[in-house]
């Protein structure tokens, strides 16, 4: 597994994380990569209710290259 990257303490957002994906499947739509699971909530909620702790795999997600920034309205 990669090395956990999120600080003691801190609650990630797995929205934002390299690890989260959509699983396409009604009663488990969200799924976490790094700890093989899919869930009806965010992977993170589980793993507090499940560790006490938030997730300590969480990692950024990366910037898409070649990306344009966005034009001001």
């Avoid at 990630?12 to 699983?23: E, G, L």
Wanted: hydrophobic letters at 30%; glycine letters at 6%; a positive charge.
């Amino acid at each position: 597994m990669d090395k956990p990257t999120t600080p003691r303490g801190a609650q990630p957002n797995c929205k934002r994380c390299a690890h989260y994906f959509v699983t396409h499947t009604l009663p488990f739509a969200h799924g976490c990569r790094a700890l093989n699971f899919k869930s009806a909530r965010l992977p993170c909620l589980d793993v507090l209710a499940s560790s006490g702790e938030p997730c300590h795999y969480f990692t950024p997600k990366r910037g898409k290259p070649n990306q344009l920034p966005a034009k001001a309205a």
